[in-house]
């Protein structure tokens, strides 16, 4: 893992990617141009206030968190930083369907499809 110029990396701002959401995450950008990226972010809406959003960018910003893995490359900006500090991105195939989940211990609520949160 390696942080943009403007961000240092603590224990308590550590995202993880689960290695079911690193090979999930490769096998999406195989099929995209090379060099892109997915950026994770925190943005307000959802039914609990805060939702995840994931897009596949081509470029990182400065103050960008970067996560790296074998063929998956995960942007995190510093605003969504501070709302997932310590979370684990994981991918989930089970009954209900396939979904990446982030496994959030700063989130007091979250809503029953889990894409929305409350800090």
């Not at 972010?41 to 206030?49: A, K, N, Q, T």
């Not at 930083?81 to 369907?97: P, R, T």
């Amino acid at each position: 893992m390696r942080a943009g110029k403007k961000m240092t990396e603590t224990l308590e701002d550590r995202v993880t990617v689960s290695d079911r959401a690193a090979k999930r995450i490769a096998k999406i950008l195989s099929k995209e141009p090379s060099g892109s990226m997915l950026r994770v972010s925190v943005e307000g809406g959802g039914c609990s206030g805060l939702q995840y959003k994931y897009d596949v960018v081509n470029s990182s910003e400065n103050d960008d968190f970067i996560i790296e893995k074998p063929g998956a490359t995960v942007l995190i900006d510093a605003i969504s930083l501070q709302y997932m500090g310590g979370s684990e991105i994981d991918f989930v195939d089970d009954l209900i369907g396939q979904s990446f989940q982030i496994n959030n211990p700063n989130a007091v609520a979250g809503c029953g499809c889990g894409t929305s949160f409350t800090i």
